[in-house]
């Protein structure tokens, strides 16, 4: 089998109204996706999603016309042109679709078939008052859900513990909650630095008072001795972070000086699935958690979701939920069926060879951009 084409498509769906997430400077007015093809001469082909593939068209030569089953020699091609050029993690996710369907199995059984479902936490992204995260968390409840995560901006604290506090009041102890500090990396635009040691320090001090489940990256990832003394003052309350670091050797690091509670490495954007692999058996090993960032679309979903049952992960997993500004439908515009949890709150592996994606072709040519 021989890899004949790779073809992109940039979707971009117009949001009305806007989503006002809580990481982007501005409002998001519409949501991009960038679909990845892997043609085969064997007729099957593989489809991914995640990053944008920005710049991708300069490498694309290393690919076409090698074994799309050569996995590892395509891993360390990608890590060679993430180097030069974007993030092309979404490329491996299409690989490992054709993998599974050569297989005839889905690829969470080929990453080692740990669990076929994962308990989902339902991911918020936009910043609201305290009486209105708590008429979402009632959303969330009802949906299934067994537990949520509330974003707090740096500037206003308070407002977002009063907003964990009043989830927590409302929905009794037996509702989990995590926190989401956003202070590891940076989006475009946003030059601010991140919140200092100090001020980090009182945070989750409060925090932890509310029996936060975790607090997801509190610190940049550079203060490695700040996450590791922040794990030390708070013994009750689980360090999260890693979603978007791009470095193996750093996380590595970090696990080696037992810096996280739980390793966040997303699969379409941060490390690749293959690496996220071996990074949380490595976790796992040290008795620490693997719970990939999933906030792409219902393809990169999946993908994490592949690598997380495969390998184990948990307690918990991603799953981008914020209604009514970010619902499944709006996420996953480009799929026949938008990916749900079922009725107990539980995101199901699907059983179909590959990831189990189906594109709606119609939506596909309805969105693509000319």
Known sequence: MKITD??????????DPPFRAAWDPEPRRHFDATLVRVHTDEGITGIGSGDTMDGFD????????????????HVRT???????????????AALWDIIGKVSGRPVAEL??????KLPAYASSGELKSPEERVATALKVREAGFRALKIRIDRDRVDEGIAAVRAVREELGPDFEIMVDLNQSW??????AP??????????????AELDVFWVEEPLPYADLDGFKRLRAENPGLRIAAGEMHHSTTELLRYLEQDALDVYQMDVVLAVGMHRARTLAEVAHLKHRQFTPHS???????????????????????????????WTPERRDFMLTEPVMVNADGDLEVPQKPGLGIELDEDAVDRWRIA
């Open 6 to 15: 790779i073809t992109l498509d940039r979707l971009r769906l117009e949001l």
């Open 58 to 73: 300069a490498f694309q030569h290393l690919f076409v016309g090698e074994d799309p089953l050569d996995i590892v020699r």
């Open 78 to 92: 990608i890590e060679t042109a993430n180097f030069h050029g974007g993030v092309y993690w979404p490329l491996e």
């Open 111 to 116: 990453f080692g078939n740990a669990t076929k």
């Open 186 to 191: 940076r989006m475009a635009g946003d030059t």
């Open 194 to 207: 991140a919140s200092d040691l100090a001020k980090t320090r009182k945070t989750l001090a409060r925090l």
């Open 295 to 325: 906030w792409t679309n219902g393809i990169g979903v999946l993908a994490n979701l592949h690598v997380s049952a495969g390998v184990g992960g948990g307690p918990y997993f991603e799953f981008p939920y914020d209604p009514p500004g």
